[in-house]
């Protein structure tokens, strides 16, 4: 059997404003029920893919159903150093997060296969 090669998704985009950000979550999603090892980094805005209130967000219904499948498979995001919002509302759902540095981001990068990145 083939080894699965590991995918790194690195979303940057910003949820209140892009498609984008959805799409590479749905992706994402995609991409694990395929039993592929995948790596979900959120830099900069694309944090607000965590916001509690999803009706600010563009497609902010789909975010909540993929987020919602992706903490249901346990997929933590990596969430980059110091872009979370203050706000304490900001990852109500409780969905797994892990800090990452850009030097992590880097790392990540190293390990990585094959990239999605928006």
Known sequence: MAERQSVLVLISEDPRA????NEAMRI???IVAGETPVDIVLAGPA???LDENTDDLVD????A???A???KLAVPFQ???GAPPADPSWNADGHPVATITPDGIARLVAKAKRF???
């Open 79 to 81: 969430v980059e150093e």
């Open 116 to 118: 999605l990145v928006f």
């Open 18 to 21: 892009s498609h984008r950000a």
């Open 28 to 30: 994402a999603l995609g």
């Open 60 to 63: 902010g219904d789909d975010i």
């Open 65 to 67: 159903k993929f987020r």
């Open 69 to 71: 499948a992706l903490k």
């Open 47 to 49: 944090v607000h893919l």
